[in-house]
Nanobody, 122 residues
């Protein structure tokens, strides 16, 4: 399974953007999915996560402005962001927990996409 993000770009302060992530390939079941971001000069930080049942969790800094959602059939993950701030300029990464069952047992993998750049300008 591989993850591919899209939807990044440049937006003005206060604007909105929708990120997408699609999982391709076979060989495992996708469990929890999440978005992280990595801003210049900062450590990577958690943005939001969602379970297969649709239960979402958000970083305090984005609560009320960001909505995470997923389409389990299409293997897609979304992040709708609004009222964006300059400090939210970052590379946004899709993350997925994968469960792989074989005759030898169950393995759990964590996958990352290559990231999509979001630039919020004044």
């Amino acid at each position: 399974v591989a993850l591919l993000e899209s939807g990044g770009g440049s937006v003005q302060v206060g604007g909105s953007l929708r990120l997408s992530c699609v999982a391709s390939g076979r060989g495992g079941s996708i469990n929890d999915m999440a978005w992280y971001r990595h801003a210049p000069g900062k450590e990577r930080e958690f943005v939001a996560s969602i379970t297969t049942a649709g239960f979402a969790n958000y970083a305090k800094s984005v609560q009320g402005r960001v909505t995470i959602s997923r389409d389990n059939v299409a293997k897609k993950l979304y992040l709708q962001m609004s009222r964006l701030k300059p400090e939210e300029t970052a590379v946004y990464y899709c993350n997925a927990k994968i469960q792989v069952v074989t005759i030898e047992g169950t393995n759990y993998l964590e996958l990352w996409g290559q990231g999509t750049l979001v630039t919020v300008s004044t």
